[in-house]
């Protein structure tokens, strides 16, 4: 069965500071990958996606970037933490086109 | 313009009554699919039930049930006998078929009330 992974579950950071966080999905190949952000009281925002190794879609302009060195690997980092960055990240898994997300267990960013 | 709508912020319902979760979408895709997430306090997504855009009836899994009106664009969640376990956040989706994005809308926070 497939399972998805996000780390680190909670995260305390300093504005300014950088940040990666990391999501691998396992008992799947080829997935389209997803990171979004879900600011507290409030919807997600679907922030990039990824249809294969190396190919990221940016839905919102942000100091946030995204990358995919391996199939199952998506990679959320910034160079620059702002304190709008806080809220809660998820990433997630479609098996492609016609099939639900599904999502990692999450993980909390507060940036002070 | 909003993909995905969902009017009701927070709504709260008896234990054991039906409640219904509004939802309203914008698509000129002929093709798509709806989806339903819940959301609990411990953060994780989970999914609940799908409506494709060409499926003749409404789609149900055990107490939900997703009220289909495509002429009104809209995908309202029942939830029918609720539980305790039901308070969450409720998020309403959709994925056209011409993308590989997936549109949430903003939730409703359902609280059942003993």
């Known amino acids: 069965s497939q399972t998805i992974h996000q780390w680190p579950a909670t995260l305390v950071q300093p504005v300014g500071s950088p940040l990666s966080l990391e999501c691998t999905v396992e008992?799947?190949?080829?997935?389209?990958l997803y990171w979004y952000r879900q600011a507290a009281g409030r919807g997600l925002q679907l922030l990039f996606y990824?249809?294969?190794?190396?190919?990221i879609s940016s839905e919102v302009p942000q100091n946030l970037s995204a990358s995919r060195p391996q199939d199952r690997q998506f990679i959320l980092s910034s160079k620059k933490l702002l304190l709008s960055d806080s809220g809660f990240y998820l990433c997630?898994?479609?098996?492609?086109?016609?099939?639900?997300?599904?999502f990692g267990p999450g993980t909390r960013l507060t940036v002070l | 313009a909003q993909k995905i709508t969902q009017t009701q912020p927070g709504m709260f319902v008896q234990e054991k009554e039906a409640v219904t979760l509004d939802c309203t979408y914008d698509?000129?895709?002929?093709?798509?699919?709806l989806f339903w997430y819940k959301q609990p306090s411990s953060g994780e997504m989970i999914f609940l039930i799908y409506?494709?855009?060409?499926?003749?009836q409404n789609a149900t899994e055990g107490r939900y049930s997703l009220n289909f009106q495509k002429a009104r664009k809209s995908a309202n969640l029942v939830i029918s006998a609720s539980q305790l376990g039901d308070s969450a956040m409720y998020f309403c989706a959709m994925r056209e078929n011409t993308g590989n994005q997936f549109y949430f809308g903003t939730g409703t926070s359902l609280t059942v009330i003993p």
């Open positions: 990824s249809v294969g190794i190396g190919q």
């Open positions: 698509t000129s895709d002929p093709s798509y699919g």
């Open positions: 409506q494709g855009s060409y499926d003749q």
């Open positions: 008992g799947t190949s080829n997935p389209n």
């Open positions: 997630a898994w479609s098996a492609g086109m016609g099939e639900e997300p599904f």
